[in-house]
């Protein structure tokens, strides 16, 4: 895992990219892929709709 910090931080640095640039898209890359498992999850039929919807909020109370 370190290796790949020390990967983005060089890619960051050639970039030009401002860490707080990085850390938006970051924070949006991430949040659009909780919220994309959240709406799989939704689609689940394996358990009933309320333990599936509290999946789903639990899921989605993890975006920043």
């Known amino acids: ?3 790949d910090d020390d ?3 060089e890619y960051v640095a ?3 990219w401002r860490k707080r640039q990085v ?3 970051y ?3 991430r949040n659009d892929s ?3 498992v959240a ?3 939704e ?3 394996v358990f009933g709709n309320d333990t599936i919807g509290s999946f789903a909020v639990y899921i989605r109370g993890m975006k920043r």
């Open 39 to 41: 709406q799989e999850i």
């Open 14 to 16: 050639a970039s030009g």
């Open 7 to 9: 990967d983005i931080q």
């Open 1 to 3: 895992m370190k290796e």
């Open 27 to 29: 924070e949006k890359i």
């Open 34 to 36: 909780i919220e994309e």
């Open 23 to 25: 850390n938006e898209v």
């Open 43 to 45: 689609k689940m039929k």
